[in-house]
């Protein structure tokens, strides 16, 4: 694991802003993806249809008790430039098996344990929320 610096992330958010497409609905930090990057970028983004398999995903990890996605972690900040982003944590379910996600820490100014995806629209956050936390019948 290499040292990881808010002055890397701001520049990393900079990066994605710059790539960043209308469909993309979600934003979240790539560990792989900065690491080959030397720190450059590290945010990965997903469409409606890129979050379809991973929401399936989730919602078979919950009902096997693998992970986690409380509502209280449910919520709404502004980045520095005034952006408002609508968080969702996915976290294991034992309690501080996770790590410290960075995109929370240095860019959204908050720390919690889990993987953490920053939403557009709080409208896409709530139903990838409702879906992935549905009971089974």
């Known amino acids: 694991m290499s040292i990881q610096t808010k002055d890397q992330f701001d520049s990393a958010y900079e990066h994605f802003k710059r790539v960043e497409e209308p469909r993309d609905i979600v934003m979240f930090y790539h560990k792989v993806l900065w690491e080959q990057s ?3 970028c590290g945010f990965s983004v997903m469409d409606k ?3 379809k398999p991973e929401m399936r995903t989730w919602r078979q990890q919950i009902r ?5 996605c409380k509502d209280y972690n449910n919520k709404s900040v502004k980045t520095e430039d005034g952006r408002e982003w609508h968080i969702l944590v996915i ?10 996600d960075c995109i929370g820490m240095f860019l959204l100014s908050f720390m919690v344990d889990g993987n953490v995806y920053a939403f557009k629209r709080k409208s896409h956050r709530d139903q990838v929320f409702d879906y992935i936390n549905k009971k089974k019948k």
Do not use: F, T
């Open 49 to 51: 249809d890129e979050m």
């Open 38 to 40: 030397g720190g450059k």
């Open 91 to 100: 976290q294991d379910a034992v309690e501080g098996r996770h790590s410290i």
């Open 64 to 68: 096997d008790g693998k992970v986690v």
